[in-house]
């Protein structure tokens, strides 16, 4: 699967206040931006700790867009999703996929949360396994929903992945980001505000993931920035 992190920071790379407030670090036209992005994307994912202090929907929502809503998709090792968050509540209407490393949640399944278990790694879903479990979820939706199309062998579908901070860190440091959309704010949050990229052990400079800018362009107030990996 194409893996695109996306980003929107303040000027020193923060997603968040210590507090964790983060709405809105960007401005309006990055935030459409952001949509139009999701709707070029099968499936949206964030960590579970975004899922909780942010209660995102994970849709599009764009004026007079009527085309297919992406797959909302959670990390969440113990599926601590709340059954009372919008993701959970919308889950009969728009796909929702929880990737674990325990054994499906009644409480999630009943709500129509599709639960994927992984192997584990470090306590987390094995990001590798997870984008494999994925991606045969997101083909065996193409069958369902067009029966008559052609043959899903190629089928490669791309994800968005949204954060937070700790999750970007896992997907950079699993070297499985093959590009970023960077939105930037003219504003600075300071050191105790929450970084995009959460810790990844990196010893030598020769190690890091490295990208190559392919456009900028201000959206509003805000700096948009593309890099593919290199
Ligand atoms: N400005 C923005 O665009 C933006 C975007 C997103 C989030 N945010 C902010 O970022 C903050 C949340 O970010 P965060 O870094 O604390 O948390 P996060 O990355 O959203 O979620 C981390 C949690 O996801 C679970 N997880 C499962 N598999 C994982 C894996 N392979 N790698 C990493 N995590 C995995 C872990 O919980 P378990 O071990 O329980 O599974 C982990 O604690 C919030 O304040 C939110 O508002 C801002």
């Known amino acids: 699967m194409r893996v695109t992190l996306k980003l929107a920071t303040s ?16 401005g309006p036209a990055a935030r459409e931006e952001v949509h139009r992005l999701r709707a070029m994307h099968q499936a949206v994912l964030v960590g579970v700790e975004t899922a909780i202090a942010d209660d995102p929907e994970l ?8 085309g297919m809503q992406p797959t909302r998709v959670v990390l ?6 709340p059954g009372g968050s919008k993701l959970v509540h919308e ?3 728009l796909n929702t996929v929880v990737i674990t490393t325990s054994n499906p949640n009644k409480r999630l ?21 997870a984008l494999a479990a994925l991606r045969s979820h997101l083909t065996g939706r193409l069958v369902q929903l067009l029966p ?4 899903t062998d190629g089928y490669q579908p791309a994800v968005l992945v949204e954060g937070g901070g700790q999750v970007a860190a896992s997907f950079l440091g699993a070297g499985l980001v093959d590009a970023i959309e960077w939105f930037r704010a003219p504003i600075i949050l300071g050191d105790e505000g929450r970084p995009a990229v959460g810790e990844f052990v990196l010893n030598r400079l020769a190690d890091a993931p490295r990208f190559k800018r392919v456009a ?4 509003g107030e805000d700096l948009w920035e593309r890099y593919e990996r290199l």
């Open 11 to 26: 000027l020193d790379g923060r997603i968040a206040t210590a507090s964790g407030e983060s709405r809105w670090i960007t």
């Open 148 to 151: 008559q199309a052609a043959p």
């Open 91 to 93: 889950a009969s209407r």
């Open 76 to 81: 969440d090792s113990r599926q601590r999703l």
């Open 59 to 66: 849709t599009v929502r764009l004026p007079g867009y009527v």
């Open 216 to 219: 900028v362009q201000e959206v």
């Open 109 to 129: 399944t009943d709500a129509g949360v599709t639960v994927l278990p992984v192997s584990s790694n470090d306590g987390r879903p094995d990001l590798a396994e």
